[in-house]
């Protein structure tokens, strides 16, 4: 399946295929140079797959997790490219997870001012959420994604047979971004993930659905200043989880737990009892007053208040401005 995006300018698209991981020729262009970043928790054939198919590539493995996307990272990546004297003709191309996608955009963003960059995601959580929309970023003293851009990728390929190497836990994780985007905008989505028998079977419409949430919203506000902060349900409070453990859990686990203080009892118990059945947290023993030391350096933070995302009914969402101290109030009754 071929999944167009749209954005002011151009647009790309995203290819949704089994197998097509091995048929990467038929999607990548052949000539030129090729920087592929990967990392040593993927498959180390995925990587060497691509870049088989440039004779021009230079294959970087990075240390797995979050930890590795920060600024040094960063410029290692930029120069590796100068020293194998990349121009504005090559490109850079992410294998693996989020991490690896957000860095090695990043890298191809401010490269020359910006080279081509193709995403090819293999956790399912990049696969439904981060490889797509153009947000490439770094993490520093310890606030994520707080130095990056908008930068849109020339295609996205995802391979679900990737999906195979991956353990129930990252699973989980990814699903949680599925989680979230159902809730918020497709309740049959969300029925379908509550009332699934076989997970495996049912999981490329999961990555079509979501796929397609994320796509209208993306397209509506690529720059995120209005509808795209619908993707943000789960995250103010979700970050701030992921900060104060300090990579002891999963991004998606972290965005799991943070959607249930910004939704009311109902849907509440229906996210929690999804959240339960595919293993992902409901609670943190993190107290409020820890979460909202990281909630006041929150991009979205302004005026002392953020601009949350609440679901009060599954399939719909409302933004509401709250106050630090809401939000701390919201956090205590949900722990």
């Avoid at 981060?130 to 490439?136: A, D, M, T, Y």
């Avoid at 353990?167 to 949680?176: E, V």
């Amino acid at each position: 399946m071929i999944l167009p995006v749209e954005y002011p300018g151009g647009g790309y698209d995203i290819v949704l295929e089994r197998g097509a991981l091995a048929r990467a020729a038929e999607y990548l262009p052949q000539q030129g140079k090729a920087l592929v970043v990967t990392d040593d928790g993927v498959p180390s054939d995925y990587a060497r797959q691509i870049a088989a198919v440039c004779p021009g590539s230079t294959i970087v493995t990075l240390p797995q997790g979050e930890k590795t996307k920060n600024l040094d990272a960063h410029r290692a990546l930029l120069s590796r490219m100068l020293e194998l004297n990349f121009l504005r003709s090559d490109r850079v191309i992410a294998v693996g997870g989020g991490v690896m996608g957000d860095l090695a955009g990043f890298a191809a963003a401010v490269y020359m001012r910006g080279i081509d960059f193709y995403n090819i995601p293999t956790t399912l959580l990049s696969q439904v959420d981060s490889s797509i929309g153009g947000k490439v970023a770094v993490d520093m003293n310890g606030v994520k994604n707080v130095i990056g851009a908008f930068y849109q990728p020339r295609k996205v390929l995802i391979d679900p047979d990737t999906l195979r190497t991956l353990d129930r836990r990252q699973i989980a994780a990814g699903l949680a971004e599925a989680i979230k985007m159902a809730a918020t905008s497709d309740s049959a989505l969300f029925e379908r993930m509550e009332q699934s028998e076989n997970l495996e079977k049912d999981m490329d419409a999961i990555i079509e659905g979501s796929l397609r949430i994320k796509r209208d919203v993306v397209q509506q506000d690529p720059t995120e200043k209005g509808l795209r902060r619908v993707l943000n349900f789960g995250h103010t409070v979700g970050h701030a989880i992921e900060s104060a453990m300090d990579g002891q859990w999963l991004h998606g686990e972290c965005v799991a737990a943070g959607m249930l203080p910004m939704s009311l009892p109902e849907a509440r118990r229906r996210i929690a009892r999804v959240l339960e059945k595919y293993g992902l947290p409901t609670h943190t023993e993190r107290t409020a007053d820890e979460l909202i030391s990281y909630i006041k350096h929150d991009k979205k933070a302004a005026d002392g208040g953020v601009k949350t995302v609440c679901v009060d009914e599954i399939g719909s969402f409302t933004f509401q401005q709250m106050s630090l101290a809401e939000i701390a109030e919201r956090i205590r009754q949900w722990q």
